[in-house]
């Protein structure tokens, strides 16, 4: 087909949290996929499934999660392959950093002595001359000096540690990062110099990434394409120059209307009224229905399934290719 070969690609994957009171359903026939090279964010409010769907693709859900669909990365079927394919994959292939990765490290050790020990569950017979070689190549990329492997953890900022965490979530050169609220935690000023160095990442480096974030900002300075959640659902998938300029969901504009704007005047904010469903209860129509402005009879019928605009976006919404 001549087609680009897809880094990762998940069809029709849904994710849901088995509790004594139902299941909740966390992720809804999310289909995606990512390119080598490319580099998606994924936006939503609180609970809208951003983090199960990034933890299902690692395939570190707790023991309650039930996942089905299909979930490739590159030939490799992540819901079927077994236990020590993945093992060998994450870290290697696929890495993650989360809001406080560091927190894990021992108060007791030196950063350098823990990232050797991290870096040999891979590679076991590392010295810590290979080890301190790569990490302090992969420091300047972010920026920090080379000394702070002499540190303790608690001799470091919160700052440091994210970009400590970021440059370690790099040594085994791994073909996708996801970066779950990395920056979240962040002032505005180290968030800004954090971003940044992410960008030269994927410049320089030609990491494939996914940035998870409840700020659209974020994802208009970092991000070439965009998949807005909403309650389990992606709800507009596509260039972010298209669905953070011309958003066709109802959903994406109602989001975007309650940001400041990104360039020009800083407008009030508009919040969306309502709440998110219950992700226990099976809905009748469309998840957001309830909260849409443009919501009309069918809306209220059926969940409208995922269609392609014909401009490289996917949409979620039953004013889509439709009459109405
Ligand atoms: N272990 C669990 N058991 C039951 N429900 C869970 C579990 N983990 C998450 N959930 C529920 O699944 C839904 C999605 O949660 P998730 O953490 O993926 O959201 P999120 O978009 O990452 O939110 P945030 O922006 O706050 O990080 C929420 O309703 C949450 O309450
Ligand atoms: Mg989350």
């Not at 909740?24 to 994924?42: E, F, M, P, Y």
């Not at 400041?260 to 099976?282: F, H, N, Q, V």
Request: charged fraction near 20%; aromatic fraction near 4%.
């Amino acid at each position: 087909m001549g087609e680009k070969q897809n880094l990762l690609s998940l069809e029709d994957v849904c994710i849901g949290y088995e509790t004594p009171t139902g299941t909740v359903r966390a992720v809804v026939n999310a289909t995606l996929s990512l390119s080598a090279g490319d580099t998606l964010g994924i936006v939503g409010e609180s609970g809208s499934g951003k983090s199960t769907l990034a933890h299902g693709i690692l395939r570190l859900l707790p023991k309650t999660a039930v996942v089905t669909g299909r979930m490739m990365f590159q030939d490799v079927d992540l819901l079927r392959c077994d236990a020590k394919t993945l093992k060998d994959l994450r870290w290697k292939d696929i890495a993650v950093v989360f809001q406080k990765s560091m927190n894990s490290l021992s108060p007791v050790h030196k950063v350098g002595e823990q990232i050797v020990d991290i870096y040999r569950v891979h590679v076991p017979q590392a010295t810590k001359e290979e080890v301190y070689d790569r990490m302090r190549h992969l420091l300047s990329v972010v920026n920090l000096p080379d000394r702070v492997l002499d540190l303790y953890p608690h001799q470091l900022s919160g700052g440091m540690l994210q970009r400590i965490s970021i440059s370690l979530s790099l040594i085994h050169q791994p073909k996708l990062v996801i970066f779950d609220e990395a920056t979240t935690a962040l002032d505005v000023v180290t968030q800004g110099q954090v971003l940044s160095e992410i960008r030269r990442l994927q410049s320089e480096m030609h990491v494939t990434s996914i940035l998870i974030t409840h700020d659209v900002s974020v994802v208009a300075e970092t991000c070439r394409r965009v998949a807005v959640m909403y309650a389990g659902h992606l709800m507009e998938v596509g260039p972010v120059d298209q669905v953070l300029v011309s958003p066709r969901h109802p959903y994406t504009q109602g989001l975007l209307a309650s940001f400041p704007s990104l360039s020009g005047a800083r407008r009030r904010l508009r919040g969306i009224p309502g709440t998110l469903p219950d992700l226990k209860a099976e809905p009748k129509g469309c998840v957001f229905a309830p909260r849409c402005p443009k919501a009309f009879d069918r809306c209220h019928e059926s969940m409208p399934p995922a269609v392609d605009t014909g401009t490289g976006c996917t949409v979620k919404c039953h004013l889509e290719g439709s009459e109405r």
